[in-house]
């Protein structure tokens, strides 16, 4: 049962435009959405988050989205780097079971081209 | 600030063996929680410890356990590995206030032949 779902496995996008890369989740109980960026042979690094309190949550060149009726977060990257060709993976957790138990999705692989 | 540290990076063990991973959290972190990544599963997590306590557990069998030392180092042991225990073991740690973001290490890469 594949609770946090990224349907697009791959993204190609120029540099200097920008990404969206989407997640869904079937579970109402989640009440907080990550964003991690994965490089090969490293560990996730991450990006940004949001609490189902919120519908937006900006930290420079990253916002994101949360639409809790459609249980649907996104990821916008403006303007698009190089060096943002990655794989992204969004999560998810309920504060009542520990914010440690992430559920991840699957993971979009993103790649800017010059 | 010194990141999360994973030792070793990569292993080599045979089917029956088993196996210690060891995970040194950033200083001030004492919550450490311990993943699996596999290409068929993905990201799964296996168990967090806060105060040398495990605190939340996952779905995998009890061939997997952990510990946590009073330094809030922490390690995972599997014995008697399966071949589908083959994976990246990835290792976070964060603080114990909500909504504090998991930082990750960079893994350890066992291989079970």
């Known amino acids: 049962d594949q609770q946090v779902k990224q349907n697009s496995p791959s993204l190609s996008v120029q540099e200097g435009r920008i990404s969206i890369l989407n997640c869904d989740y079937t579970n109402s109980m989640f009440d907080y959405f990550l964003w991690y960026k994965k490089y090969p042979a490293e560990g996730p690094t991450f990006l940004i988050s949001i609490s189902s309190i919120k519908d937006k949550n900006e930290d420079g060149r990253f916002t994101v989205f949360l639409n809790k009726s459609a249980k649907h977060l996104s990821l916008h990257i403006v303007p698009s780097q190089p060096g943002d060709s990655a794989v992204y993976f969004c999560?998810?957790?309920?504060?009542?079971?520990?914010?440690?138990?992430?559920?991840f999705g699957t993971g979009t692989r993103l790649l800017v081209s010059p | 600030k010194a990141g999360v540290t994973q030792t070793p990076r990569y292993l080599i063990k045979t089917r029956g063996q088993q196996v210690t991973l060891s995970c040194s959290p950033i200083s001030g972190h004492r919550s450490v929680s311990w993943y699996q990544q596999t290409p068929g599963q993905g990201l799964q997590f296996l168990f967090e410890?806060?105060?040398?306590?495990?605190?939340n557990k996952g779905n995998f069998p009890g061939r997997f356990s952990g510990r946590q030392f009073s330094n809030s180092r922490s390690e995972m042991n599997v014995s008697t590995l399966e071949l589908g225990d083959s994976a990246l073991y990835l290792c976070?740690?964060?603080?114990?206030?909500?909504?504090?973001?998991?930082?990750f290490g960079n893994g350890t890469r066992l291989t079970v032949t």
């Open positions: 976070a740690s964060s603080f114990e206030t909500a909504n504090s973001p998991l930082h």
């Open positions: 410890y806060f105060s040398e306590t495990q605190r």
């Open positions: 999560a998810a957790s309920r504060q009542n079971t520990g914010f440690q138990k992430l559920v």
